[in-house]
């Protein structure tokens, strides 16, 4: 290329900056949510053993990804934590969901989340990325998340945000399966699953905070996970999100799972002796039709591993 | 270009026997190995996924004579940290200064830029080589007196501090803008070359994310001067202001490392002078070592082979420079007084309480005694808390280190300041000490934070409180909101004994201008003086 091409192929690409501000239209939600939601529920004290068997509770991992799709797997690596310390997904759930991915036949499986410290600390010390970094699979990839990949999207049913920035990759997974750990929080009471999502969230999160409970639904309609998968192994009862003392920490070893991310998070409240209705974002997100919250139209499987 | 030790080209046209084998290709080359160590000891000033530095980032400031002089003698005791510098003097009295032609990252990058900033004129002889010697006279008087600057003037302080505030950020922007560009606009087939080329550049050479920093400019117009000072003649910082060169000059010209040259067989020949980027041969052709960095071009270029170096005890010692009596006294006389201001200024009756120290740092005056300026604890910083205050702690300040935790706060569980810290200004904190030393204090106000000022419900600063009990609390309050609505809203507040100050409640503070909860001294361990009236004090720990 001379420099006349390149000045040439410059101004080409700046009219196309002009002309097409990225924009990613996403349609929202509105496949009718299951009016009877599995749930999954197992306990067990060999964690890779029981992702697995909670996953055939739910009639297995082919369920959820086929063969060639681009999987992206979510755990929550929020903060500067050690896995003991229950503020990030266990990296045993994270690394078993990825075998089970791969699998089932994934062609890609991608692990990312915007954490709240430093990003490199939070992979280190969650233990995930030392988890991930060892599998001999050129399929997986624990990466830290592209500033230049969140992309403005319309939130055409929101009722209180309109706009929001998210990561690319989410959006474009063929499968996205959200991996939280629940956990006490000051605001929310309770973070599981659809407050895990804000990880792929651009910009600045903390406006989020205004109205939590009606945004994490509005985000919900254009961010559907086709699985959640909740790690409740050790959970977090006070001082939470982040926590750091062993104090406040239980170990129930449990792990809930849904195609239904309502139904999920509403299930998994139950653990911590509130009710579903305690938690804004459940109460919304049922309200707006994404999933059902009445433990008893839920159909549940409970398994043991 | 001959590889080193090539052959010269030519017949020896001296009678001084074998024709040399060239020896700047080998300067060059060490020049550019250790230049390459410079950048990646640079870039590996950062996390790199172990809560210790692998590698001896700071080693260059803690072979400094001049600044370990300038701390010792401002903190009147031995600092064994900068006991290396020791190391680099018995050299140079073994080898002269090798350290300045064949080491020195600034001189390198100087010589590297040569080419590109030819000196207008043509003159050889040095326009001020007494001032490296006054610079070191005041430098070294000021830091006994009280008066710490030696980091001003420090090449190596210039240059880490230039790269890490200005130059590494701005790198960044500028590639990862390209990058975005290309990625966003261009066709496939450009993504297909540009973003593996964007992957690599992200694992090796460029940091992990964008920073951003205050005295950008100032650091950046600095460093820039060392360069543009190459118009007025070659190496001129070096011979016109370097304090360390100057230092270094002194071994070196009572060492055993000597150049002969210069004999009547030279006649009216005046190459060696000509070439000569320090000015260290007279008239006479007599080299002094004083200046002589090693660089071998005169010894290359002479068409007699004439000159050359050996080991030999010194002959006739030149005074490395006349310094005239009055300058010297100038020199002391500024040092000596300018501190006696320094006692009566508002600030030291009433320190800047905005001024917060990184974690492990000494009490004022010591901190700023020790204090080199060097930005790597700027640079190391992961949460881009630390920034280089300007005249917040007088002139004597300027650089030093500062938390602004609007733009980045202090990570719970990182030491990493304390370890690059090459004099000890910050002190090494183990990470159950780090996690209650005290670096300032949080308050909210009132009068913008939302569940206060609005009734809207908020916790972002008590989610991200970092401190296992959290020092960020709530009351249970009853207002009226902005809408007329009677609600209740659960407002913070901040525990004395258990907030150490780190600002990540300012910093994620999620109104958009100034937060609604601010950092101060207030507290700080380092200062008894700064004690909360309420605090308990048995929480708290003792620098």
Known sequence: ?305 | MPGPGKQRNGPAAGSAGKPHRRLAPWRRLSQALFLLVFFFLFIKTDYTGSDRLEYAVNILFRIDPLLAASVMLAVKGLVALMLPALLLVGLTLILGRFFCGWVCPMGTLIDLCHPFLRPRTRRTDTLYPALPYLLLIFVLAGAFFGLPVAGYIDPFSILVRGLAIAVYPAFNQTVTGFFTYTYLEAPGFVNVVTEPVYSLLRATVLPFDQKYYTLVVLSAAILLAVFVLELIQRRFFCRNLCPLGGLIGLPAAAGIFRGYGGSDDCKACRTCRTVCRMDAIDEERRLAMSRCILCMDCRDKCPRDLIGFRFAPPSRRPAPVSLSRRAVMAALAGAALLPLFSGVRSMAKVPDPFLIRPPGSLPDPEFLDRCVRCGECMKVCIGNALHPSFLESGIEGIFAPRLIARIGYCEFNCTLCGQVCPTGAIRELELPDKHTFKIGHAFFDADRCLPYAKGIPCIVCEEHCPTPEKAIRFRNAVVENDRGETVTVRQPYVVDALCIGCGICENKCPLPDGAAVYVTSAGEARNPEHTLPAADSGLYLSP
């Open chain 1, 1 to 305: 290329m001379n420099r006349r091409e390149f000045l040439r192929d410059v101004l080409l690409w700046s009219a196309g900056l002009s002309l097409s501000v990225p924009r990613f239209t996403v349609s929202a939600v509105l496949a009718a949510p299951d009016p009877s939601p599995l749930v999954a529920v197992g306990t067990g004290a060999d964690y890779v053993k029981l992702t697995a068997a909670v996953l055939e509770g739910l009639g297995g991992m082919g369920n959820f990804v086929r063969h060639g799709d681009r999987v992206v797997v979510k755990p929550n690596i929020g903060w500067d934590r050690s896995p003991d310390q229950a503020a990030n997904t266990h990296p045993l759930v994270v690394r078993a969901v990825i075998d089970q991915a791969l699998a089932a036949g994934a062609s890609s499986v991608q692990v990312f989340d915007r954490p709240c410290n430093d990003p490199r600390r939070s992979y280190k010390n969650s233990g995930i990325e030392d988890m991930v970094r060892p599998i001999k699979d050129r399929r997986v990839r624990i990466e830290h998340m592209d500033e230049r990949k969140f992309v403005p999207v319309d939130i055409a049913r929101g009722k209180a945000v309109s706009r929001l920035e998210i990561y690319r990759d989410a959006l474009e997974a063929d499968c996205y399966i959200n991996v939280p750990v629940a956990k006490h929080h000051g605001l929310s009471r309770l973070t599981i699953g659809l407050k895990n999502s804000m990880g792929v969230l651009g910009g600045n999160r903390g406006r989020m905070h205004h109205d939590l409970g009606q945004k994490l639904a509005d985000l919900a309609t254009v961010l559907r996970p086709s699985l959640n998968i909740i790690d409740a192994i050790r959970i977090l009862l006070r001082n939470g999100p982040q926590g750091g003392s062993l104090a406040d920490v239980k170990t129930i070893d449990t792990i809930i799972a849904s195609a239904d991310p309502v139904a999920a998070d509403a299930w998994t409240t139950t653990l911590f002796d509130l009710e579903p209705g305690d938690i804004e974002s459940t109460v919304a997100a049922h309200a707006m039709g994404l999933g059902e919250m009445n433990i008893d139209k839920m159909r549940l499987r409970t398994v043991t591993a």
